[in-house]
């Protein structure tokens, strides 16, 4: 579980101000925001490529906040980045074939016929 609390950075703008969240082990959380919001700020400083100016993060009970990237490798956190273009020479469908199979909600089938594979927890 990482936990982020009353975390704020502060570069020249207020990019993150006093966010706090909670994430479970296992569960897919989104993060949604208009451009300029500070969404990629929040993960840069949660993964430690940006120290906090206040606030902490917290992972499995352990305060990580600040740590470098390498130090939160090593406790089992990774950030990865968005690589928009990273097969250009493959046409859309090759690019599509790399994608492993069986995602939920993949198939239109299974918005009928399973519809709780789907649907977001609440």
Same mark, same amino acid.
């Given at each position: 579980?990482?936990? !982020?609390?009353?975390?704020?950075? *502060?570069?020249? *703008?207020?990019? !993150?101000?006093?966010?706090?969240? $909670?994430?479970?082990?296992?569960? #897919? $959380? %989104?993060? #949604?925001?208009?451009?300029?919001? %500070?969404?990629? +700020? ?9 120290? &906090? ?11 990580? +906040?600040?740590? &470098? &990237? ?12 968005? *690589?928009?273009?990273?097969?250009? +020479?493959? $046409? !859309? ?5 790399? @994608? &492993? %199979? ?6 239109? @089938? ?7 594979? @789907?649907?977001?927890?609440?």
């Amino acid at each position: 579980m990482i936990s !982020v609390e009353n975390l704020s950075k *502060i570069s020249g *703008i207020q990019a !993150v101000n006093d966010v706090s969240l $909670t994430i479970e082990a296992g569960s #897919i $959380t %989104g993060l #949604i925001g208009p451009n300029g919001a %500070g969404k990629t +700020t929040l993960f840069n400083v949660i993964a430690g490529l940006y120290s &906090p100016s206040a606030g902490r993060v917290v992972l499995d009970g352990e305060d990580i +906040t600040g740590l &470098p &990237p390498h130090e939160l490798f090593a406790k089992g956190m990774l950030r990865t980045f968005q *690589i928009a273009h990273e097969f250009s +020479t493959l $046409t !859309v469908r090759e690019n599509l074939m790399m @994608v &492993p %199979g069986g995602q939920s909600g993949e198939r239109l @089938v299974d918005a009928w016929i399973r519809p709780a594979k @789907v649907r977001p927890k609440r």
